[in-house]
């Protein structure tokens, strides 16, 4: 009897006030890795961990949980960057998942 191939995942890309890490995937039958992942989890490049890294620090930054960013360009710099990662993230799990962006 052959084997059920695991499940495509889907990794959520957005950031949360308290977290390190941008990344999120819901468990599934073939894949139980909680909600809350890291780079490390999917064996991402050190350029993408980086990035990921300084893009949700920008927003630690310049996003208050209860005011909202404090201008509209750090807001659009960040979600365009934000796209480009979302992008390079797909690439490097292509084989095995795909990307959520929810800025």
Do not use: K
């Not at 390190?20 to 350029?47: A, H, I, M």
């Amino acid at each position: 009897m052959d084997a059920a191939a695991p499940e495509r995942r889907t990794i959520r890309l957005f950031p949360d006030h308290g977290r390190t890490w941008p990344l999120w995937e819901n468990t599934t039958p073939t894949w139980d890795v909680g909600y809350t992942t890291t780079p490390e989890t999917y064996g991402l490049s050190p350029d993408l961990t980086a990035a990921l890294a300084d893009w949700n620090a920008f927003w630690v930054t310049h996003c208050d949980p209860f005011d909202g960013w404090d201008t509209r360009e750090h807001r659009d710099r960040w979600r365009q960057r934000g796209e480009h990662l979302a992008e390079q993230l797909g690439r490097e799990v292509a084989l095995f998942a795909d990307v959520s962006y929810e800025p």
